[in-house]
């Protein structure tokens, strides 16, 4: 053995000795109607506190490494102050339990379950957490996850005076997976983070389902979005992969990209409405009504560049399928945009984005791009698909034998003077389009796809079920 070797053993052992705990972990059972403060002072080091069902009054703080875990039926249920569980050590953890009853102060950030900084690899797991201010809130908790939970926030509150269902701030590393979330103000908001993970979380009745604010090198991935204002809004963050997710009926916006750089969106898929071969995504409430509830007046908070003329509602479906304001060297490949007002508002302010192989399907109006630079949506011989691009492909080769240019100069007019739209029908305006038509170099600068798709490069995407634990059946679910 060499010296090395034995001084790494050997290393190992004492730091082993100084770390092990002065006695032996333990799982322990609380009964309800007790003193849980005082459990979580007798505990030791690593024990384990089941809680037996019935309510065990809160509020209660974790100040050391131990697990609080719920029998079938037991609560915790808050004095209507402050946050109802706060974990304060590293890897302290709280599952299978149900959590309501926090204050309702925002500046105090009440929440179900607060982790604060000191509480590295925290886990909140299998939990229903409800009628809190927010849910959960990771603050400055490192490598913590938040897993299958459901939450359901606050609805008797206007939007602004809600919270989160999931908070981030500045916790590098942290999960957030497989949770279901329902009502409040949005869904996840994350600040000042980075190399977090939100993967397979589905959000109803929020205003944002997933709303990212300076946070870096980071996953969105699998989730999906029903009735919410706009189901992801990525601001002021680099380097991110939006990939897999889902935006069904929300009011304004699918996706949401302001001053979002470098990014990677793919295999993303917005529908304007509720597609009618849905499965029942809502045991409670349509969609239209998730919705409605997701509204409640105006937000102090809601500084997403808004269009009230292209806004969607429950009847006409999304404003806008995806939104790209001073967005660049972003790619976006392999989504699915059906059914909005707008497909894509694209402003001048984003350079150096590539758009290819994506599905543009059935939207009023396709494109809205109000620049006079020309973008070629085309990348690597290979553009996107457009259902209104009447065109043919003669040689078989699956691209369109003419360019597709969505917009004209008459589009450009009726975007700077509405009252336009009353001549749209008049001989004038028909020969108008006709010669840009057979002259294009009478075409404005703006969007032209050089090699449109002439199908679809994808099978229309069929909505995911719920996942079973997600189902509002889900009550105090044995963590696993």
């Not at 953890?93 to 982790?115: H, K, P, T, Y």
Request: glycine fraction near 12%; proline fraction near 5%; include cysteine.
């Amino acid at each position: 053995m060499t010296a090395r070797l034995t001084w790494s053993l050997c290393a190992g052992f004492v730091v082993a000795l100084a770390t092990a705990s002065p006695a032996q972990a333990a799982e322990k059972s609380v009964p309800a109607g007790g003193d849980l403060q005082l459990e979580v002072a007798a505990a030791a080091e690593g024990d384990v506190l089941v809680l037996q069902p019935g309510i065990h009054a809160g509020p209660v703080r974790l100040d050391k490494r131990i697990t609080l875990q719920g029998k079938p039926g037991a609560i915790i249920e808050g004095n209507g102050t402050g946050s109802v569980v706060t974990i304060l050590a590293a890897e302290g953890s709280v599952q299978g339990l149900e959590v309501r009853g926090s204050g309702r102060d925002l500046e105090a950030m009440d929440a179900g379950i607060f982790v604060e900084r000191t509480a590295a690899r925290a886990v909140i797991a299998a939990n229903r957490i409800e009628n809190n201010l927010y849910g959960v809130y990771l603050h400055g908790a490192p490598e913590s996850v938040v897993e299958r939970n459901l939450i359901i926030g606050l609805r008797d509150v206007r939007t602004a005076e809600a919270g989160n269902g999931i908070s981030v701030w500045n916790a590098p590393g942290a999960k957030v997976l497989g949770n279901r979330i329902l009502y409040g103000r949005d869904g996840i908001f994350v600040i000042t983070s980075r190399r977090n993970l939100f993967q397979g979380n589905w959000f109803e009745g929020v205003r944002f389902a997933v709303h990212y604010m300076y946070t870096n090198d980071s996953e969105v991935s699998g989730n999906v979005s029903i009735g919410s204002h706009a189901a992801l809004a990525i601001m002021f963050s680099d380097r991110l992969v939006i990939r897999g997710n889902w935006s069904v009926g929300s009011r304004d916006h699918g996706l949401l990209f302001n001053f979002a750089n470098n990014a990677r969106i793919e295999d993303n898929v917005v529908f304007g409405r509720l597609p009618e071969a849905s499965p029942d995504v809502s045991p409670e409430a349509s969609p239209a009504e998730l919705s409605a509830a997701a509204g409640g007046g105006a937000d102090a908070e809601d500084h997403v560049p808004r269009d009230e003329s292209e806004a969607g509602d429950a009847e006409a479906g999304t404003g806008k399928c995806v939104f790209i304001y001073n967005a660049n060297r972003n790619v976006f490949r392999g989504n699915w945009f059906e059914d909005c007002a707008v497909g894509i508002h694209f402003t001048a302010g984003s350079e150096r984005n590539q758009l290819s192989g994506n599905a543009f399907v059935s939207s009023r109006t396709q494109v809205k791009y109000v620049g006079t630079r020309s973008l070629d949506w085309s990348s690597g011989g290979r553009g996107n698909y457009w259902s209104d691009n009447a065109s043919f492909d003669l040689n078989g080769d699956g691209i369109a034998d003419e360019a597709y240019r969505p917009n004209d100069i008459i589009d450009r007019i009726v975007w700077t003077y509405p009252v336009a739209k009353l001549l749209l029908n008049s001989p004038g305006i028909q020969v108008i389009r006709w010669a840009q038509k057979q002259f294009p170099a009478l075409t404005p600068g703006g969007v032209v796809d050089t090699r449109p798709l002439i199908k679809p490069p994808a099978p229309r995407p069929v909505l995911p079920d719920l996942p079973a634990w997600l189902s509002l059946s889900v009550h105090n679910a044995e963590a696993g």
